[in-house]
């Protein structure tokens, strides 16, 4: 399946640690919106203003693989919104620093342990509240 015109949800899925141990690596479909979103909004601009490929070592992790790699719980790759990239021929803070300079929509924008650059896009945070006048303070409650 196509993301957008130089990614496939393969690169995302593609697992070594999964498939070597045999475990499914499956996105849900909000997985999958997620990624898209983030090829739109992130990695699809900023290949075509380096002109050179990106590659995605790790993109979509399910629970069971992103524990077997030691990932953080609260992971954004859990959810289809972090990949962790590289440009051949560019050092990874270069990248990083690429990333910035072009000021796309990321959450964070992580350097690796030198090795490869993480980058997330925000988690919509889709939060409903009423606020009311309490003796003269706005006071935020939750729902409606
Ligand atoms: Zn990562």
């Avoid at 399946?1 to 499914?24: C, I, K, N, Y």
């Avoid at 992790?61 to 992971?75: A, C, F, H, Y």
């Avoid at 560019?90 to 980058?119: C, R, T």
Wanted: hydrophobic content about 40%; overall charge neutral; aromatic content about 6%.
């Amino acid at each position: 399946m196509q993301l957008t015109e130089h990614f496939t949800l393969d690169e995302f899925v593609t697992s070594q640690t999964a498939a070597r141990a045999g475990v499914p690596n499956i996105p849900t479909d909000a997985d999958i919106a997620a990624l898209k979103e983030l090829c739109t909004n992130v990695l699809e601009p900023l290949r075509q203003a380096l002109g050179k490929p990106i590659v995605v070592s790790s993109g979509y992790r399910s629970q069971t693989v992103n524990s077997m790699v030691g990932g953080s719980k609260t992971s954004d790759h859990l959810y289809g919104r972090a990949a962790d990239i590289n440009c051949p021929g560019m050092a990874p803070v270069e990248l990083a620093k690429f990333i910035i300079k072009m000021n796309l929509p990321f959450d964070q924008v992580i350097s690796e342990y030198g090795n490869w650059v993480h980058v997330s896009i925000p988690t919509p945070k889709r939060e409903v509240l009423t606020a009311i006048k309490n003796g003269g303070q706005t006071v935020y409650m939750k729902g409606l």
